[in-house]
């Protein structure tokens, strides 16, 4: 989200700072509240909304006319037909087309411009990323409810915190494609549009940030279960001793996790990831006494765990960070790209 900041050589310090934001310690999730509003600042000071990522900035108000223009629909199939054409003239760089392949429907999302050198830069990444989470949120919006996503394909290699993209999109993710696509089933093309002027006008409000906090995946027993399993480390919880804390069952606890899209152990391995990286970015800690305040029994456990997450061992980690850092004359970001 940063990255046409960036570009354009803005600080962006102050609207972090006023939108309660700190990157200071990249293993802390960003409540989605302050996202919201960083996403809302961060426009408003470029007077772009698509975050300065591309040649032609989308004008503000674009996100507002985006909604009017579906309104008149009658089925989903017709509003999002609808935002494509729209799109075109306000985001010519991404081309959005919708169709059906069988019993299900493909929503793709493709480059028309070569605006981005490497497939894994950042901007490029949150671009694609950005206007699928804004298309699928104002499609369940405007339906009355979650649209379910199959599968996605993303367009760009397979990123250290790939395990993220279940709790955000799909269990079903994979990298690497031409593309973006990403597939639902045709059906909930017919679904109609629920929604009138009235409530358009209060959907508005807060927007278009306000599409972040839209029909996300990860919701209140995944944080609860992440934010126990960090407080009590390096004690290593187990599933049962989460169940007993919140006053479940181990087997209700499962499926309220199951139901959010993820699992107890999926929670655990994301949360270690995202402290080792914070630390091994940030700080000069041993590697030993990590794995020991991550909860592992030995350091060779850590090892095998970290080569599974980066495809590297942390020394080699610290290493490239390290290259990046000489090499631009600036702090290298967190590899797992947040």
């Known amino acids: 989200m940063l990255s046409g900041l960036y570009r354009l050589q803005h600080d962006p310090r102050p609207l972090l700072a006023a939108s309660g934001i700190s990157l200071a310690e990249s293993a802390s999730r960003i409540p989605v509240k302050r996202y919201a509003v960083l996403y809302n600042r961060i426009i408003a000071e470029l007077g772009d909304e698509a975050f300065g990522l591309f040649p032609q900035p989308m004008p503000l108000g674009s996100f507002e006319f985006l909604c009017r223009g579906m309104l008149g629909a009658h089925t989903l199939d017709e509003a999002l037909a609808r935002a494509s054409r729209f799109l075109r003239i306000v985001l010519p760089d991404l081309a959005l087309s919708v169709r059906r392949n069988g019993n299900r429907a493909e929503l793709e999302i493709a480059e028309t411009s070569a605006r981005f050198g490497d497939p894994a830069d950042p901007a490029r990444v949150f671009a694609f990323e950005w206007l699928l989470r804004l298309i699928h949120g104002v499609a369940c919006w405007f339906v009355g409810r979650g649209i379910a996503l199959d599968s996605v394909r993303f367009p760009y290699p397979r990123p250290a915190h790939a395990d993220d993209y279940a709790l955000v999109y799909t269990e079903h993710s994979s990298f690497e494609g031409d593309t973006l696509l990403a597939r639902f089933r045709d059906n909930l093309l017919e679904l109609p549009i629920r929604r009138d002027d009235a409530a358009l006008g209060r959907f508005l409000e807060d927007a278009p940030g306000r599409i972040s906090m839209l029909y996300r995946r990860d919701r209140e027993m995944v944080l609860r279960v992440r934010d126990l399993l960090r407080a009590a480390l390096p004690t290593n919880l187990s599933i049962d001793d989460v169940a007993r804390h919140i006053h479940l069952s181990t087997r209700t606890l499962h499926r309220r996790l199951e139901e959010e899209g993820s699992s107890f152990r999926r929670i655990k391995e994301a949360t270690r990831r995202d402290i080792a ?62």
Request: positive net charge.
């Open 277 to 338: 990286y914070a630390r091994l970015t940030k700080t000069a800690q041993p590697i030993a006494e990590l794995a020991a305040d991550l909860g592992y029994a030995d350091t060779s456990t850590f090892y095998r765990a970290f080569v599974a997450w980066s495809g590297m061992s942390p020394e080699q980690f610290r290493a490239q960070l390290a290259a990046r850092h000489d090499g631009s004359g600036t702090r290298a970001a967190p590899m797992d790209g947040r």
